[in-house]
């Protein structure tokens, strides 16, 4: 698939607050007048869905209208994001935008829509790091004795993933490519069979979501060895970053709003307004953290510019990998 030039998305994105004011009727009826619906690309019950539904039960009770959320899972959110392209962009179909979306633009050589042409960025407001962990019979204890230890145990070392390019998928092909290590890709069905296997042995490392492995490093079934965010996360706070051993490492997941690409002007301004108030409050931001997560904030072109840097980014990881789809 032919992605738009990159300096075009930006601007779009930039100019999104700039769109012809005829494009919002003048006698419309004030946003939002009914309710409106939260699409997310996965099954309820899971971190997206979380982070969903804590953004979705603030704009509800800030703007006084219900914020449904509607999980549409499959095609690797492909679903959900045709849903969110075909719909009216008069700002009553939003979706949970996440690394999903930058990962399928080279991941899927055909898709029915270009995500960064076809949906307008409107605010990003939560980033989380993933945390590399091994089973504690691996004889290494910190990231440099792994790496060591798989560049001199050349096909020893498994790597599982939550599925073909998903986010602990790409994040440990980036560690394979700028480390030079040797691991063999074990797919996945998600976080938690994932994790069932790298406690029994079965598998050695997997770069899991913070929450599903918090517990079982608290109790020393797993070991840890860096956290992906470019600096240390407050769940893991005695855990070393990626980047600390690995020069230049980074591969946390950001989330955050997106709408049709010609949703008005002021109903994209309101929303990031609202997301940007919501990261300003304390019960919000605590329970933020008690996923691990890391508030984000900004503008529509800031997060604009962020989808644009990660496709970009695992873009060349995909590549690299030769990564195919199921």
């Not at 055909?110 to 945390?131: H, K, T, W």
């Not at 480390?179 to 996945?188: D, K, N």
């Not at 230049?248 to 108030?277: M, W």
């Given at each position: 698939m032919k992605l738009p030039h990159r300096r075009q998305f930006l601007h779009l994105a930039a100019g999104t607050a700039a769109l012809p004011m005829l494009s919002y009727p003048a006698r419309a009826q004030p946003y939002p007048s009914r309710p409106v619906r939260l699409i997310v690309g996965y099954a309820a019950g899971g971190g997206n869905d979380i982070l969903a539904r804590i953004m979705g039960q603030w704009l509800s009770e800030r703007l006084g209208q219900q914020f449904v959320i509607e999980n549409r899972p499959g095609a690797g959110t492909n679903i959900a994001t045709e849903m969110l392209v075909k719909a009216p962009a008069d700002g009553y179909t939003l979706m949970l935008v996440g690394p999903a979306q930058a990962i399928n633009a080279t991941l899927y050589e055909r898709l029915s829509f270009n995500f960064i042409r076809d949906v307008a960025p409107i605010g990003s407001f939560v980033r989380m790091p993933l945390v590399m962990v091994v089973n504690p019979s691996l004889p290494t204890k910190t990231g440099p004795e792994f790496i060591a230890y798989a560049k001199a145990s050349p096909g020893r070392i498994s790597m599982a993933s939550a599925g073909v390019g998903s986010g602990p998928h790409v994040s440990g092909e980036l560690f394979k490519m700028m480390t030079g290590v040797e691991m063999l890709h074990v797919p996945y069905r998600g976080d938690a069979p994932a994790?069932?296997?790298?406690?029994?042995?079965?598998?050695?490392?997997?770069?899991?979501?913070?929450?599903?492995?918090?517990?079982?490093?608290?109790?020393?079934?797993?070991?840890?060895?860096?956290?992906?965010t470019a600096n240390r996360s407050e769940a893991l706070p005695d855990v070393p970053a990626v980047g600390d051993f690995v020069s230049g490492y980074e591969a946390s997941v950001s989330f955050g709003v997106g709408a049709p690409k010609a949703t008005p002007a002021q109903i994209v301004e309101r929303l990031n307004k609202e997301i940007n108030a919501a990261l300003l409050d304390p019960k919000v931001r605590a329970r933020l953290t008690e996923i691990a997560g890391m508030a984000l904030g900004g503008s529509p072109a800031d997060f604009g510019k962020l989808i644009a840097d990660e496709t970009e980014k695992w873009g060349k990881v995909i590549k690299f990998a030769g990564i195919k789809p199921d």
């Amino acid at each position: 698939m032919k992605l738009p030039h990159r300096r075009q998305f930006l601007h779009l994105a930039a100019g999104t607050a700039a769109l012809p004011m005829l494009s919002y009727p003048a006698r419309a009826q004030p946003y939002p007048s009914r309710p409106v619906r939260l699409i997310v690309g996965y099954a309820a019950g899971g971190g997206n869905d979380i982070l969903a539904r804590i953004m979705g039960q603030w704009l509800s009770e800030r703007l006084g209208q219900q914020f449904v959320i509607e999980n549409r899972p499959g095609a690797g959110t492909n679903i959900a994001t045709e849903m969110l392209v075909k719909a009216p962009a008069d700002g009553y179909t939003l979706m949970l935008v996440g690394p999903a979306q930058a990962i399928n633009a080279t991941l899927y050589e055909r898709l029915s829509f270009n995500f960064i042409r076809d949906v307008a960025p409107i605010g990003s407001f939560v980033r989380m790091p993933l945390v590399m962990v091994v089973n504690p019979s691996l004889p290494t204890k910190t990231g440099p004795e792994f790496i060591a230890y798989a560049k001199a145990s050349p096909g020893r070392i498994s790597m599982a993933s939550a599925g073909v390019g998903s986010g602990p998928h790409v994040s440990g092909e980036l560690f394979k490519m700028m480390t030079g290590v040797e691991m063999l890709h074990v797919p996945y069905r998600g976080d938690a069979p994932a994790l069932t296997d790298v406690l029994g042995g079965q598998v050695q490392v997997y770069f899991s979501g913070v929450p599903a492995a918090l517990e079982h490093i608290k109790t020393g079934k797993l070991r840890p060895l860096g956290v992906t965010t470019a600096n240390r996360s407050e769940a893991l706070p005695d855990v070393p970053a990626v980047g600390d051993f690995v020069s230049g490492y980074e591969a946390s997941v950001s989330f955050g709003v997106g709408a049709p690409k010609a949703t008005p002007a002021q109903i994209v301004e309101r929303l990031n307004k609202e997301i940007n108030a919501a990261l300003l409050d304390p019960k919000v931001r605590a329970r933020l953290t008690e996923i691990a997560g890391m508030a984000l904030g900004g503008s529509p072109a800031d997060f604009g510019k962020l989808i644009a840097d990660e496709t970009e980014k695992w873009g060349k990881v995909i590549k690299f990998a030769g990564i195919k789809p199921d």
